[in-house]
């Protein structure tokens, strides 16, 4: 993507789950070039309900709670519990439930197809300005998920833009992102 790309987060599309559970807010995705739907997706889930994932076969996940309940995961009959901005890597294919306590909450998701390409999740919290390290991979997307901030291309220090709460932006090659007007917390998604 060419910087700057921003995402606006009333832009998103919504669509169902694969299993008609839920809906999901697609952030971003590239399509597979062998035209079997995605080679990576971001999303924003609205989890409303106790119950199963959808099946993904041959694609890997990480999912981080948005909210402060957390989310109470069982995958393949093991418990895990997953606190807020905590990312949770799994296979697409495992048996995955979610258990509720207070009600409905939101993820992020982050799914990638393991025989194309790799994906990692970075949770940056600070109060300070964030140095954006080199690229060295294929797509770099960082979503605000708590307060907003500005964005700095190195290259060009006029170039800045403004990024709110769950809008995503493609990270320049070099720069920082800034909090503005104290902590932010944000997810910094790589595709290799």
């Known amino acids: 993507m060419q910087w ?9 599309r919504s669509t169902p789950w694969r299993n ?3 809906t999901t807010r697609e952030v971003a995705a590239e399509a597979a070039t062998d035209g079997a ?7 924003i889930a609205q989890v409303a309900d106790s119950g199963p994932f959808s099946d993904f076969p041959g694609v890997d996940r990480i999912i981080v709670p948005l909210d402060t309940a957390g989310l109470h995961l069982t995958v393949d009959g093991a418990q895990q519990p997953v606190s807020q901005f905590e990312p949770f890597a799994f296979p697409g294919e495992a048996a995955t439930a979610a258990r509720l306590s207070t009600g409905s909450t939101r993820d992020l998701n982050v799914m990638w197809r393991r025989d194309i390409c790799r994906a990692s999740v970075e949770i940056v919290e600070t109060d300070k300005p964030w140095a954006i390290p080199p690229a060295t991979s294929q797509a ?8 907003t901030a500005t964005v700095t291309d190195t290259a060009d220090p006029s170039r800045t833009v403004a990024v709110d709460e769950l809008d995503a932006v493609f990270l320049p ?4 992102v800034e909090p503005v007007g104290g902590r932010m917390v944000a997810a910094v998604i790589v595709v290799f």
């Open 20 to 22: 008609g559970a839920g």
């Open 140 to 147: 770099r997307l960082c979503v605000m998920l708590f307060a």
């Open 173 to 176: 090659a070099s720069g920082t």
């Open 4 to 12: 700057p790309t921003v995402l606006r987060s009333s832009g998103y």
């Open 37 to 43: 739907g995605f080679r990576w997706r971001v999303s």
